[in-house]
């Protein structure tokens, strides 16, 4: 056994520096991008909430376990 048998085939390693290199891009990119805004005027709408639906057996499972999501 040579100490070299456990590289991979050139295609393969270049393969791996080709797939680093685009995510250390689009982690550079993500740096630089100014942060979202937290003003309202940038969000001047109104956003619902959403309903919280309890099924039928999420409804038996609280009873036995005595918590009553009613």
Known sequence: ???YEELDTP???R???EAVNGQLARAA???TE???SI???DFPREV???DIQISE???RLANALHLHLD
């Open 1 to 3: 056994m040579t100490p």
């Open 48 to 50: 619902p909430k959403r």
């Open 11 to 13: 295609t393969q390693l």
């Open 29 to 31: 990119r993500k740096v």
């Open 39 to 41: 003003h309202f005027d």
């Open 57 to 59: 057996a999420a409804q």
């Open 15 to 17: 393969a791996d520096c």
């Open 34 to 36: 100014a942060p979202p």
